[in-house]
């Protein structure tokens, strides 16, 4: 392998303990595992429900949006069975993303012994005034067992409905990939440290007050921080990990973006894949705003011969979100970078392929929210099998797009530079309200 599929003797992090991953603001590799990619909710959710149907000691579910719609509650129904054998079943919401769904799917699941907690929710307009509410859960996380994990960019939510549009006839594009191996166990030290972050802030003054009232308070204060520590796992999951490394050989790393240790992770992962690019650079996003050094580094790839190639919505769920990313096509096509719109559908994937055999697939977009605010998900892979299946997913997706051309980008004369101020002036003014400070 060469270009970012090399690594270095130790790199693929197997000197390292199990839990030391999160320690670290870069990608951890570890050899041994198995990956399906799947394509939309069409293919994952019934994956999520035989997985949730095994499940023999916990479930983790961590997602943005858990809607109403009969493919998410299929979901729902294999949690609830799963709680009522026994099993341990932990669900966190973003209280943004699925309050829609909230009011029907928390007592539901409640009420069928599964524990649900909402992050940072939104029931009264002073939970506006919270400091951090416009850093939202956004990643999309399922591990049953430490055994199998679930992660990529797919919410709960029927491939064909959109939550502003309505019912469509083609399903949205998007992919989550199923995962076995020792990456697992860091899936689900992110999961649960997402919920129980989103479990405390939500309770706090109950656990205060029980614990001044508490005979053992000290005791008691302990096993709250614990829990909101990300957990360095138990014995059985060590087990699971040095299993697994016998398997097959591909090298994987599961990447997150908090406010606390891996702030820039992601984005760096994404960056450093790019400047080592030597063939190609395929990204796929909906939401396209990257900051500076993120545009330098794919206009110096391109310069450099490397193929460069994005795609991107051609049908806006969201017009502020189009009219962001449209105004910097002047930019990338004068600099060789060519530029789709895909047409079929709404396009929902964040993944990404360089040359031959590294990629990614996850919940993190290109844009200000994902790279500085949200609580994002990634899984990084070096695998060529793999790296071409996904790469073969997204020439389909090429075939069905239209390119943008620099006759169509001229044609927006002055009010093109209009918009890019007021683009560029509206993403400063969010992020200082959101206490970023510094350059982008």
């Keep these: 392998m060469s270009g970012p599929a090399a690594a270095a003797p130790g790199a693929d992090g197997s000197d390292l303990p199990p839990w030391s991953w999160y320690l670290m603001p870069r990608p951890v590799f570890r050899p041994g595992h198995r990956l399906d990619l799947m394509r939309g909710g069409r293919e994952l959710f019934p994956a999520m429900i035989e997985a949730i149907g095994h499940a023999r000691h916990e479930v983790w579910l961590a997602t943005y949006i858990f809607h109403t719609d009969d493919a998410a509650l299929q979901v729902a129904q294999a949690l609830e069975q799963a709680a009522r054998r026994g099993v341990r079943v932990r669900v966190v919401i973003d209280g943004f993303g699925g309050h829609d769904g909230l009011a029907q799917i928390e007592p539901r699941l409640s009420a069928a012994g599964v524990a649900v907690t909402v992050f940072r929710p939104l029931e009264r307009w002073t939970h506006w005034l919270q400091p951090g509410q416009l850093r939202r859960l956004h990643m999309k996380l399922c591990v049953v067992d430490g055994d ?6 797919i919410n709960l939510i029927d491939d064909c409905h959109d939550l502003h549009h309505g019912r469509s006839t083609q399903p949205r594009l998007d992919y989550a990939v199923r995962v076995h191996g020792p990456v697992v166990l860091a899936m689900q030290q992110a999961v649960r440290a997402m919920w129980s972050r989103a479990w405390f802030g939500q309770d706090w003054r109950e656990e205060a007050r029980a614990l001044v ?21 138990s014995r ?6 040095r299993r697994s490394e016998h398997g097959t050989p591909a090298l994987a790393a599961f990447v997150l973006r908090d406010n606390v240790r891996q702030r820039r992770t992601i984005e760096r992962a994404y960056t450093q894949a790019i400047e080592s690019a030597s063939e190609r650079i395929w990204l796929v996003t909906p939401y396209f705003y ?8 794919l206009r110096e790839a391109a310069e450099r011969g490397v193929q460069v190639r994005l795609l991107m919505q051609g049908k806006p769920d969201y017009r502020f979100a189009a009219m962001a990313a449209r105004v910097l096509y002047d930019d990338l096509l004068r600099s060789g970078i060519e530029v789709y719109e895909y047409l079929p559908a709404f396009l929902h ?37 793999f790296s071409l299946a996904l790469a073969s997913e997204i020439e389909q997706a090429f075939t069905q797009a239209d390119m943008i051309t620099p006759q169509r980008v001229r044609a927006q004369g002055w009010t093109g530079l209009a918009r890019r101020t ?12 959101a206490g970023v400070t510094g350059r982008y």
Excluded at 217 to 225: A, D, K, N, V
Excluded at 374 to 385: G, S
């Design 213 to 233: 009232r508490a005979p053992r308070s000290f005791e008691h204060l302990r096993g709250m921080i614990r829990g909101l520590r990300l957990p360095r796992g």
């Design 236 to 241: 059985r999951h060590e087990a699971v990990s």
């Design 349 to 385: 994937a964040k993944v990404m392929v360089v040359d031959q055999a590294w990629a990614t697939v996850g919940s993190s977009n290109i844009d200000p929210l994902s790279l500085l605010l949200n609580l994002e998900a990634n899984l990084i892979v070096r695998d060529v099998d």
């Design 290 to 297: 990257p900051g500076r050094d993120f545009r330098r580094v």
């Design 148 to 153: 199998v994990g679930f992660v990529g960019g």
């Design 422 to 433: 007021f683009i560029a002036w509206c993403a400063s003014l969010y992020l200082r309200l």
